[in-house]
């Protein structure tokens, strides 16, 4: 999984029948700590997360799993909402 | 899912039988705000999209689902147009 | 779906037994109109593309889709010969 | 598989209820011997790896059966502890 | 697939079950003609390829048909030993 800041929100009315109710979130994937990457990243969100919060994303095919949906035609969910990271990192 | 905004329409005869009738829209995905990722990439659309439009897309085996035809041999698929994106970033 | 130009061909005797008779063709990727990576991909086809030919390539899962046999151990597959590329592009 | 190696630890309590239980792992992937990307990335681990251990990970659809749970939504998972790595280069 | 150069080999005594028994050789993937990625890509062979081969490597779902073992947690493997690679390169 990789980790995301979630940095607003998306809308868009013509969408896939599937998609319907879905809630979709815009993050920020991390590069590093304190760096984030410059791409816009979807993820749908069944966990209830806000902007500002830091979040574990799955990828590809498992996100369908986070919704609970095989068939909905996503490839990317928010599957928590980080609390704390404890990096023990010597370099 | 990852943005990308509709920059033309690709044909080719000579292929799967499986993709007849599907239509082919030519992307750029969005690289941040303003820029977009010089490659072009190539989804399918079964939502409506055309030429200028923000559109949704997914990547990989969520997008057979995306065309509700889970033997077709793609893997980009349009699954929105996007009407707005708001994003709170203040770095 | 990513655009590639068909740049040669690849022989391997020794090979999975699911792989026999496929025919795989070594590609360029499309960076940009006019750039391609320097990575040489190999694909299956089994469409009849030859070199110099644009052609339509798919990725992951999908390509076991393309050549009509989910167990053969492929991850990219030709799925269709670019006859054109219309692209409006105002930057 | 790709080599990372055990950096730190991630804790959410609001997540996913399919991962709940799974032990979630921070690391640092090698880019080469003695160099390592910048990223942080998160696997799920029931092999018992500890902060410091070199590991092999598995990425996609894959980590599902190395947690033994195809529902559990994780796109990344340690497969073994690396003991030792042999490579003959000479460039 | 890619293209890769079988550079070493890679133990791992504490590792997933259903990789017992499967034979992990350390590649480093082609970039272009004559030059290597640094990263070190771990895949599984039952081909028989060795130090020095130039391999076809798959990623993802279909390494895992590649071992002929569907629930086997690996995203990489060798699918064939490359005799010859024959490319009309012109620019």
């Known amino acids: 999984m990789d980790i995301g800041r979630v940095v607003g929100s998306i809308w868009a009315t013509k969408k896939d ?3 319907n109710g879905q809630k979709l979130l815009v993050l920020k994937m991390l590069l590093e700590r ?3 990457k ?3 990243v979807v993820a749908a969100d069944i966990i209830g997360a806000g902007v500002g919060d830091l979040v574990l994303v ?3 095919g ?3 799993y986070a919704v609970h949906n095989p068939n909905c035609p996503i490839d990317a969910a928010i599957v928590g909402i980080v609390d704390s990271i404890e990096v023990e990192d010597n370099d």
Chains 1, 2, 3, 4, 5 share one sequence.
């Open 17 to 19: 029948d599937n998609m």
């Open 62 to 64: 498992a996100a369908r």
């Open 34 to 36: 304190g760096k984030e």
């Open 58 to 60: 799955v990828r590809g």
């Open 38 to 40: 410059p791409e816009l």
